[in-house]
T-cell receptor, first 116, second 113 residues
Framework: GAGVSQSPSNKVTEKGKDVELRCDPI?????LYWYRQSLGQGLEFLIY????????KSGLPSDRFSAERTGGSVSTLTIQRTQQEDSAVYLC??????????????FGEGSRLTVL | GNSVTQMEGPVTLSEEAFLTINCTYT??????LFWYVQYPGEGLQLLLK?????DKGSNKGFEATYRKETTSFHLEKGSVQVSDSAVYFC????????????FGQGTTLQVKP
């Protein structure tokens, strides 16, 4: 597709279960970002990928959160042993390259996670 | 650290009213500043940007001027439409090597006919 694609769009899970959220960036975009949007909060940065490496993981809130990117394309955000405070919309964005990045990130529509 | 503060919403206006959404930032050095918009049911998209002091970004009738002396980047529009109803996010990009954006908390705008 032409835009950033995220799946699932909605996920309801029980506390303690693991979840995986997927992001398919725009073709050719080497930079990929994960953000979290909680109710009443702004967008919280989680992790940044350049290619398959993650030089900035500073926003991951705990060691229950991890992410990987393979083939310089699709990325998966994994949350282990989910807690109710993990409930949020998880947004993925991509851009051409941080060097050429004028600040325009292209966002997906997000994955809404609800932990019961 | 770097941060962005926006006025709290929701902001409710009548069609054709003047809009201002305040945004101030804290950053070292010389960040680039942005406004992103999230229309209902859609992903965030770039509205406008400014990369250095006194620059004015503009798009779709919206404007914002990068004011270094007041560390502000307020969003304005002279005459809003119902279709402008959305959530608006102010953001900064520090001159680092990641390109990540730091966002404010967002301001919801509701325009009534």
């Amino acid at each position: 597709g032409a835009g950033v694609s995220q799946s699932p769009s909605n996920k309801v899970t029980e506390k303690g279960k693991d979840v995986e959220l997927r992001c398919d960036p725009i073709s050719g975009h080497t930079a990929l970002y994960w953000y979290r949007q909680s109710l009443g909060q702004g967008l919280e940065f989680l992790i940044y990928f350049q290619g398959n490496s993650a030089p900035d993981k500073s926003g991951l809130p705990s060691d229950r959160f991890s992410a990987e990117r393979t083939g310089g394309s699709v990325s998966t955000l994994t949350i282990q042993r989910t807690q109710q405070e993990d409930s949020a919309v998880y947004l993925c964005a991509s851009s051409l390259d941080w060097r050429g990045n004028t600040g325009e990130l292209f966002f997906g529509e997000g994955s809404r996670l609800t932990v019961l | 650290g770097n941060s962005v503060t926006q006025m709290e919403g929701p902001v409710t206006l009548s069609e054709e009213a003047f809009l201002t959404i305040n945004c101030t930032y804290t950053a070292t050095g010389y960040p680039s500043l942005f406004w992103y918009v999230q229309y209902p049911g859609e992903g965030l998209q770039l509205l406008l940007k400014a990369t250095k002091a006194d620059d004015k970004g503009s798009n779709k009738g919206f404007e914002a001027t990068y004011r270094k002396e007041t560390t502000s980047f307020h969003l304005e529009k002279g005459s809003v439409q119902v279709s402008d109803s959305a959530v608006y996010f102010c953001a900064l990009k520090h001159s680092s090597n990641t390109g990540k954006l730091i966002f404010g908390q967002g301001t919801t705008l509701q325009v009534k006919p």
